[in-house]
């Protein structure tokens, strides 16, 4: 159980994570300050708040400084999937480091703990698998995904700067793929497009041979972890994410089997800098926070699936 009245300030949260971190907060009776610039989040994933006193919703760009108080600062604000943080690569560097540096300065101002949602883009396309926190990655510092992965790597350099400076309580967790209820539709993500694809009897779209591999958290897991980050003690970087590794092209059969669906497929090209396998080593999560993923693929599918049917369904 979260602690009463504690205050909690979201960046992107309205966002897929940031809206499922809002609700398990506000669930644990604590207040939520949400800054959003909707560039990518929606209001309706945090609409059943509006009229909860312990909750506030500020319209805000993060490249721009905010002065809000609250004790804890959990800073997710970014577009972060491939279609989206490429369709404005400068702005995404931007909003990562102006956002970043904006949220470290308001911490150091309140001395409140601040959480930074990095990501395991920042190993690269990796040659150390499983991916563990010690390892340094393989990255292009110019290619399509460089905006999005080298200003993770920045912002957390950031946060370590501002640590060893200012004695700042930092956590940094290393954030891997992630699905569930309230993805987007559109974000071009493996996950949305396969079941949206399937669902509406079209091609799955693999791009490249499908070989490469992905682990894909369900949220619920993911969110429990992160508060187990916040709530501890360890400035980190660690690992989250599930370690169950699998192909796109076994995603691809999961999910039309899932919903009992020809398969049909359709080969594309290969994304420039696409990472060729990724794993989570949760090892560190597993000893410092007895934190492991408790929902398999198969099950978190289900409710994936559902979500994604409804969603349709509106739209028809
Ligand atoms: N992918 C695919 N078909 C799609 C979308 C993605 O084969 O319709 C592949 C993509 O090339 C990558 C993996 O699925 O290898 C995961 O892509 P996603 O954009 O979901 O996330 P990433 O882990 O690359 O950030």
Known sequence: MGKKGIKNIVTGGAGFLGS?????????????????????????NIKKWYKNKNFELINHDLTKPIFVEGDRIWHLGCPASPSHYQTNPIYTAKTIFLGTLNMLDLAKKLKSKIFLASTSE???????????????????????????TEGKRIAETLFFDYQRLYNLDIRVARIFNTYGPRMTINDGR????????????????????????????????????????????????????????????????????????EMDLIFKDLPIDDPKRRQPSIALAKNIYQWEPRISLEKGLKPTIIYFKKLLKKMK
């Not at 971190?21 to 989040?41: A, H, P, Q, W």
């Not at 010690?134 to 905006?147: A, E």
Request: aromatic share 10%.
């Open 122 to 148: 920042i190993y690269g396309d990796p040659k150390v698998h499983p991916q563990t926190e010690d390892y340094f990655g393989f990255v292009n510092p110019i290619g399509i995904r460089s905006c999005y």
């Open 20 to 44: 499922h971190l809002i609700d398990k907060l506000m669930y644990r009776g604590e207040s939520v300050i949400c800054l959003d610039n909707f560039l990518t989040g929606d209001k309706k």
């Open 190 to 261: 493996v996950m949305s497009n396969f079941i949206v694809q399937a669902l509406n009897h079209k091609p799955l779209t693999i791009y490249g041979d499908g070989l490469q591999t992905r682990s894909f958290c369900y949220v619920e897991d993911l969110i429990n972890a992160m508060i187990k980050v916040m709530d501890g003690t360890i400035f980190g970087p660690v690992n989250l994410g599930n370690h169950e590794e699998i192909s796109i092209l076994d995603l691809a059969k999961k999910i039309t089997k899932e919903i009992n669906s």
